[in-house]
């Protein structure tokens, strides 16, 4: 139902979207236009990732998943270092990482809550994450943040380079060592393997959707990237605010639906690994890679958020990681993410 | 024994406490005056609101000793609202939750240790509790700090508000799960629930004895807080070691006594909840519901503490649940958890 | 091997650095052959100490471990001192927790890592470790730094002293629970106690080549600490690079070896203690001691670090105890530790 949605969102959007901005409707309209063809497509790009995960087997799969997992956020964010707006792409990143963690670990586990008294998950994996988490947020974004307090700019960017190749190489051994070397060594049970799966598409078809949809999301973002201004004048919005809630909301709507879907089943591993597995990917695989891009740009972009981002990510993830690591959720632990997520919303919005 | 003591301090207490207010004695005497009293009066209390809770079956019982068990330091940071002291009322807050955290935890795991070589308790209380304790101080205190550094006064009372209805929503929420939804589902062994609690007092008197004692209290807490600034002056101490220390010791002194009588009993599961419990219903209602009770007075106070106390207060919510999180306790992890407080203590003292 | 190694590097490097710094040889030169006779003295004291530890039962062991095992460290850092170098001090001691933590215990986890997959260690021993990490390093070294910056130098002083006091008893302290009151309590199976195990030298000789390294150590170290401006200056080395990366490395050398020796038998235990005990050791013991001792100098020391400093130690903290509160490691959470290093390395050297 959701799928036959989607591709009706998707036939009906992307006319209006060419039609639109070809004859500069208002940009308020064609913000809203693009945001949801784009919600669409990521749903077409998600499928065909999995169709293709599953024939190309577990270890190209993983791979496959983990490249393309958060393909439109890197779209969007590419086409805005492009226009200069590295404000916009930090505060994006930083919304990827709240929103995941807090909106929809939240949602998953405050409706999966509300059907099951306690929902149970692979605490080895959620120990892993946490790990993880910490390396990528707590080291990683706060090294800099604080060091570059005392560096002129080119010491910052150098620090920024060096730590972003750093985070993409550890990143590529996490998925070695999940995929390779510790395959299933600290799987007990597992709700994630479903024998024999049949994929949706076929390769073939698999690859041209995903192509298409690639190629239509592309255009749809450097479109939607040009209309942040006028919304956020029309509605008050900041920069920041635009990053961090909207432009993180449209690029991760997809991962929202399927985790919580997926904690209505009481799937819990496959909700909490795309939520923490997708800011995992969001900080060690797109921010570092969007700072390496980014040398390519006029404009290059050093690993520094602002100190409200920065916080805000960093108590996430101390609250996701508590939260998480008895292996063990319920209503009242979803709720209290949802509403730590609603008190950073309020104060990016005063901001 | 104490409640007999407690007896005597307010039959001579409150009499001395009007006499000398009407008189002007000295406000060194009157202030240690007031503190005795206050203290005694806290224990009858704390024994009527018992006794009620008996009476009125676990759920109301809960809901009670939730909303009456800081009835004293709210009734003293009223009147210092009230009196413009917006510096004290933050501080106290501040030294509520290091006290308890550090001061009465460490008091009980110390002394309890003396007696038994390990002691153990629910951890899967200890752990929700942790998340909590994250959520309140980690997230919701840190939140607006960081984000008022680049707000105005407006903008920064909004997210204090905002905040603070989340707080209190949250806190009645964490109650709906621990009496309704989730009561006895995380409870393996219990030594919580003493069969056939008989109640000290009959239902009629404990409300007459409540009441009584709260306005006893609302009064001297009065005074009490029109001799911090000559106390100040005299002693050397800051607005904010009165508050930090002082009013926090008075204000829980009662607790600091049952938290390690538990301990030296063994029943490390109460002296657990009474000092974290405490902790959170001071960050996530107390502090919330006195932000929303300054706007209608004259001066409005955001949520918003000094660095110090900030720091102060995630320091000691880190130690606490690195401490507390493995579900057992010994004499060194109360010396630890004293050290910190002293060490906070010396601080507050010189700053 | 490596003894003799050390044997020849003693024997050539002591006559060196006499006859170098007589005849004023070039101070890069000088700077790698006092590095290096260090390091190999350093491993003639740590065998001297485990011969005596060994000959004098596990409880005076311990405890000649617990003050011999930094001696090379609290040396230079003595004659640092004297020379006024209070940055190089507080640099080093920073480099000892941050190398401790991240090089020593992930090269540990990562070279045991390539040969098992999964080694174990006592997760009690680890968790309470954990808290005194948090105690030290997150509450000891973070309240003075923020609440320095409202203080003027003797109030920051006396906060120093005060901390740097409760530190050292409290490290008294935890060696008395660990070696008297709780000898064992916490030990399910160990790998540590070797049964009947041998010394390697006689009582005597060990006090002998003790007290003989220690000099010879102090004197080395002291023509060392008076290269580091040249050194400094010659590479383009910040007195924090050297502080941080050079003093730590040279001072701590023995203890990486025999800690990758130990993880590379599978001796898990040995090599976390190593590595996590010495950082106990540093921040508990050498820095409180050291802030001490500098009363007795012109240049008196606080316990106020640079502000990246003090971020790198406690996000190493908090990755470290995220990685090994599970009790469990692998070639993964080792190259995690690494990498933290790397990062902090490369900050340290652009600052």
Chains 1, 2, 3 share one sequence.
Not at 67 to 81: D, H, M, R, W
Not at 129 to 157: C, H, K, Q, W, Y
Not at 178 to 205: C, F, I, N
Request: with cysteine; charged share 10%; proline share 2%.
């Amino acid at each position: 139902m959701v799928n036959r949605l989607f591709t009706i969102i998707v036939l009906i959007g992307l006319p209006l979207s060419v039609a639109g901005s070809l004859f500069h409707w208002s940009q308020i309209l064609m913000f809203v236009i693009y945001c949801l063809t784009i919600i669409a497509l990521a749903g077409f790009m998600g499928r065909a990732t999995e169709s293709l995960a599953i024939v190309a087997g577990p270890r190209i799969g993983g791979l496959l998943n983990a490249t393309f997992g958060n393909a439109v956020e890197l779209i969007i964010s590419i086409f805005s270092l492009k226009a200069g707006l590295l404000g916009v792409v930090l505060a994006s990143l930083t919304g990827s990482v709240i929103g995941n963690l807090l909106l929809v670990a939240g949602l998953s586990f405050f409706i999966g809550g509300l059907k099951y008294k306690r929902q149970e998950f692979n605490v080895y994996d959620a120990r892993h994450n946490s790990g993880m988490l910490i390396f990528a947020v707590v080291v990683a974004f706060v090294i800099p943040e604080v060091f570059s307090m005392t560096m002129d700019e080119a010491e910052t960017l150098s620090l920024s380079i060096g730590i972003s190749i750093i985070l993409i190489i550890l990143y590529l051994a996490a998925l070695f060592f999940k995929l390779v070397t510790h395959r299933g060594v600290y799987q007990h049970k597992s709700d994630t393997a479903e024998a024999h799966e049949v994929p949706e598409w076929s390769k073939m078809k698999a690859i041209i959707i995903l192509l298409l949809s690639t190629i239509a999301v592309a255009y749809v973002s450097e479109n939607l990237v040009h209309t942040f201004e006028t919304v956020g004048e029309q509605f008050g919005w900041t920069e920041l605010f635009i990053g961090v809630i909207i432009v993180a909301i449209v690029g991760n709507a997809a991962e929202h639906a399927s985790a919580i879907i997926m904690a209505y089943k009481n799937k819990m591993n496959v909700a909490v690994e795309i939520a923490i597995g997708s800011t995992l990917q969001v900080s060690m695989f797109v921010a570092p890679l969007l700072v390496l891009i980014s040398l390519f740009f006029k404009d290059r972009m050093p690993l520094v958020f602002t100190l409200p981002e920065l916080i805000a990510m960093v108590t996430a993830v101390f609250l996701t990681i508590m939260i998480t690591n008895d292996g063990d959720t319920n209503w009242f632990e979803g709720a209290m993410l949802l509403a730590a997520y609603l008190i950073m919303g309020i104060g990016f919005y005063l901001l």
